[in-house]
């Protein structure tokens, strides 16, 4: 694992590499949904197949908010306290509509 002593800058992605990352990861989500949803259409319903297709397509659906938002210029901003979020914090989760913070509170 490789280590960089640079703090963390607290700036947003450019968001032309925001929206392609997005952009991506939403293609993933399209592709793994297909196979869980494959694997879940045999004769005995897979409950874990079925699971994982919600889960996905619940992200699919965070992913579009996330590329509404760069629409919108709201991007990379928490939609509960208005903080900017880390470059940390959306690389880790590019789709994320909260802060750390604000998540662990509401969870
Ligand atoms: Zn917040």
Do not use: K, W
């Amino acid at each position: 694992m490789s280590t960089t002593l640079t703090a963390a800058p607290a700036v947003t992605l450019p968001s032309a590499d925001s929206r392609s990352v997005l952009t991506e990861l939403r293609a993933d989500c399209i592709r793994e949904r297909a196979a869980a949803l494959a694997e879940s259409a045999t004769s005995v319903p897979d409950a874990v197949a079925v699971s994982r297709a919600g889960r996905l397509l619940a992200t699919i659906g965070e992913i579009d908010a996330a590329l509404l938002r760069i629409d919108e210029g709201s991007y990379g901003r928490c939609g509960h306290c208005g903080a900017q979020m880390s470059a940390e914090r959306l690389e880790a989760r590019p789709f994320a509509a909260a802060c750390v913070a604000c998540e662990e509170r509401t969870r």
